[in-house]
């Protein structure tokens, strides 16, 4: 016995099947027909999937908002808006003891700024011009030694 190849095998089933003939094109009442019935139905929409997913995105866009303002938040630093908040902090840097806070401080008052208000004392440490006009002002109310005492730590 011979062995059959595959393609003779398919051409074999092929013809053995029987054969159905090709339908003609619809009749002219079978087209009016069928687009009365389709005309004649009404389509229902589910009108529930499309509000889920609005609800979904509003919901996504909500989230994404939040965020975004908690990262906002979270990046910028709280400004120091208080002088005594400030030189609370420039005093944890510069050792500095009460009776020498108080000589800057009756020094920032003989400096007097261009519109008349009276200097912060941490001008005094940070601007040596200001404290050098305020030595000269200031007369007898100011210790100079503590005044000395403060520029070497300052220098430091």
């Known amino acids: 016995m011979k062995i059959i190849k595959l393609p003779i095998l398919l051409a074999l089933l092929l ?34 999937p499309v509000l889920l ?7 996504a866009v909500l989230v994404a908002m939040i965020g975004n303002r908690r990262q906002k938040t979270a990046r910028l630093p709280q400004a120091l808006n208080s002088p005594a ?38 001008v005094l440490l940070l601007c040596p011009s200001a404290m050098a006009k305020g030595l000269r002002g200031a007369g007898n109310k100011v210790d100079r030694k503590t005044i000395a005492m403060i520029v070497r730590k300052l220098r430091e």
């Open 85 to 122: 908040k400030l030189m609370k902090e420039i005093l944890r840097e510069i050792p500095l003891n009460s009776g020498e806070v108080k000589q800057l401080k009756v020094l920032a008052g003989a400096v007097k700024s261009p519109d008349a208000q009276e200097t912060n004392p941490l």
């Open 53 to 59: 997913l609005a609800a979904a995105g509003g919901v």
């Open 15 to 48: 013809l053995a099947l029987p054969h159905q003939p090709a339908s003609a094109a619809p009749s002219q009442d079978d087209v009016f027909k069928s687009i009365q019935e389709s005309m004649g139905k009404s389509q229902e929409f589910d009108y529930r």
